[in-house]
């Protein structure tokens, strides 16, 4: 076929006297509207109402309001059933006796234990109160990671308070018993005994928040898992410091358990963002 032969094709075809040639052409171009409409459509804003800044305010302090209702809730009905949580977090502290130091010492105790029992039972309606509040400010692609990033954090805040209980504690309760086994007799202070596993408790389960951190951050296009892996060196150091400070003792067990834990969790969550193709 000469190159006049080319050119009159060509022109027949945007005549319309090829009809597959011009569908061909015109097939492509929707294709190439609809995937930007598609894209558009992940970006916009669904539930987008003007409202002042005045009203904004007033709806974060009737979110307030209710979160703490919950909360009191959650820690008055904890305090009239505190008794049994007790004696399950002394379950870890075996052949150790608790003494009651100074008048109120107990009472302060099972207030302090109603209190975080209360908060963690009542963290899923203020999580939701917080989701209700910036929803309206969330595009389609962003509503997209609410139901992963509640549920695996969920998840993950419950195995560190298991992790915590069955492994951490314990293994720090008995480097302190047989350290000092053959000279001092075990008589602890039932509110410093308690200090230190509910504050290791609750430390541990927000570590173990970090791979729903990574995976949001990586969702969101802030950080690749290749940019992750690289700053694996400040990863271990910062560990080290995370399990020395968020630990209430200072034994280099429950520091290096604590810190083997959270590069763990760092590795497996970038694993996660590594399949997930970020």
Not at 63 to 74: E, G, K, Q
Not at 257 to 263: I, P, T
Request: net charge negative; hydrophobic share 50%.
């Amino acid at each position: 076929m000469t190159p006049q032969d080319l050119d009159s094709v060509g022109q027949s075809a945007q005549l319309g006297e090829y009809p597959d040639v011009a569908d061909s052409n015109s097939a492509d171009i929707d294709l190439e509207a609809d995937g930007n409409s598609n894209t558009d459509l992940l970006d916009e804003l669904p539930d987008e109402v003007e409202m002042s800044f005045f009203d904004h305010l007033e709806e974060l302090r009737q979110r307030i309001f209710y979160a703490l209702i919950a909360v009191v809730v959650a820690i008055v009905g904890c305090f009239f059933a505190v008794k049994p949580l007790v004696q399950l977090l002394e379950v870890p502290a075996q052949g150790v006796k608790f003494l009651q130091l100074g008048p109120g010492e107990y009472f302060f105790v099972t207030v302090k234990v109603a209190a975080y029992t209360g908060l963690v039972l009542s963290s899923p309606f203020i999580l939701y109160q917080i989701i209700q509040f910036v929803l309206p400010g969330l595009t389609r692609r962003e509503r997209r990671l609410i139901g992963p990033v509640v549920l695996g954090s969920t998840v993950l805040f419950a195995a560190g308070l298991v992790f915590g209980y069955s492994l951490l504690i314990p293994a720090a309760l008995k480097f302190f018993i047989s350290y000092g086994a053959d000279v001092v007799e075990q008589l602890w202070s039932i509110e410093k005994y308690f200090e230190f596993v509910l504050v290791l408790l609750f430390c541990t389960a927000l570590a173990f928040q970090i791979p729903v951190i990574q995976i949001l951050l990586a969702s969101l296009g802030i950080v690749s898992s290749k940019q992750m892996l690289a700053g694996w060196r400040f990863v271990i150091m910062g560990s080290v410091v995370l399990g020395a400070v968020l630990t209430p003792s200072t034994d280099p067990l429950t520091q290096s358990l604590l810190a083997g834990a959270v590069l763990g969790l760092y590795f497996g969550g970038i694993g996660v963002v590594k399949l997930s193709g970020k």
